[in-house]
């Protein structure tokens, strides 16, 4: 017999970062829609460079840029729960950077869904790849995956 898949734990990230589900994330079948996860990487992503002090939505010269991403569902996550979002960083290149997160519902210990998603950083006005500043790099330094208890997804 198979054994289910089953997501990593919580010591695996370094950041995590608390949303309330939506009564709208759910679809017909009762539980958070695959796409809404996308969004809750997003979310706990940019609040990180956010509060880090990497990112500042209205003056940044430099900006990430989504060109690639993943995710694998172990578990449903339904209204009401809150999703902890785990971040951590298990690459960072000379403009992009590879995340990968976890979804955990409520308190629970394991993922309910795990992926990734890479930036590239670009320059804001001519969208052409650019290394990423000193102060990103300081912040992205402080998820990288070597700090959490297993190693990248």
Not at 42 to 67: H, K, M, Q
Request: charged share 20%; hydrophobic share 40%.
């Amino acid at each position: 017999m198979n054994t289910p898949a089953k997501g990593s734990p919580r010591s695996a990230y370094v950041h995590f970062h608390a949303i309330a589900t939506r009564w709208m994330d759910n679809d017909a079948y009762r539980h958070v829609n695959n796409v809404v996860y996308y969004s809750f990487f997003d979310t706990a992503v940019n609040e990180y460079l956010i509060r880090a002090g990497a990112l500042d939505l209205e003056r940044s010269e430099v900006v990430g840029l989504v060109v690639e991403t993943q995710c694998r569902y172990f578990s449903p996550v339904a209204f009401p729960d809150t999703v902890h979002v785990g971040v951590r960083v298990a690459r960072i290149g000379t403009s992009s950077v590879r995340y990968e997160l976890g979804i955990f519902r409520n308190n629970e210990a394991a993922a309910a869904a795990e992926g990734h998603f890479v930036h590239v950083y670009v320059d804001r006005q001519t969208n052409r790849p650019v290394p990423l500043p000193e102060e990103h790099r300081t912040a992205l330094d402080a998820l990288l995956a070597e700090k959490s208890e297993t190693t990248p997804l």
